[in-house]
């Protein structure tokens, strides 16, 4: 989660969506008064969600309702085997399953829905766009000129999605994130 008081925005940052890039490209700009912490019980952390920004807002006295909420979605199936590689890369000793990772990660709704199940951003950019929405998000706030964006943790497929993919986790992922592909028109590429 990055806050910008001079901007009035703040990006509620779904795991593996280029949260690290932006995080880096915007910080060093002097335009982010607020990143949140990787992990805090409650509150404002690192990969928050809109209902946690939003009552870290209220605690601390800020209007929530005067910032842009700004996020950034991913094709599911791409974004559970990114996490399941930077998991492994990070913590080889572990050798998490795939399954695993989807099974025990939250999806990408659960961020950026409030409780009453509407949305709760105003902008939602998608990942494949990267560049695009990177520019999205700064010409929404008037951050000019726009900076060149860094792309941190780039996610390298020796294969195909599908030697990664068996059709129970192709199924697991499309029920677990149903909204998402619904709502952005998500399919399983293999290739």
């Not at 607020?34 to 601390?60: I, L």
């Not at 000793?93 to 709704?109: G, H, Y």
């Not at 000019?144 to 294969?159: A, E, G, Q, R, W």
């Amino acid at each position: 989660m990055l806050i910008s008081h001079s901007h009035k925005f703040i990006t509620i940052d779904i795991p593996k969506t280029g949260t690290g890039s932006r995080r880096i490209t915007l910080t060093p700009l002097g335009v982010i008064d607020y990143a949140g912490p990787p992990k805090v019980k409650n509150g404002m952390h690192q990969h928050g969600t809109v209902v946690q920004a939003k009552r870290g807002f209220e605690e601390k006295g800020w209007c929530f309702d005067d910032y842009l909420k700004f996020s950034v979605v991913r094709n599911p199936w791409e974004r559970y085997l990114s996490l399941y590689k930077w998991t492994n890369k990070k913590y080889p000793n572990i050798n998490i399953s795939l399954d695993n990772i989807i099974s025990r990660s939250q999806s990408q709704d659960k961020y950026i829905l409030n409780k009453d199940m509407s949305v709760g951003v105003d902008k939602i950019g998608r990942f494949e766009n990267f560049n695009e929405t990177f520019n999205m998000l700064c010409s929404s706030v008037d951050i000019s000129p726009v900076p060149d964006l860094k792309h941190l943790n780039k996610t390298h497929y020796d294969n195909p999605l599908t030697e990664y993919y068996t059709q129970e986790l192709i199924d697991m992922v499309t029920e677990k994130e149903k909204w998402v592909i619904d709502k952005f028109k998500y399919k399983f590429n293999g290739t």
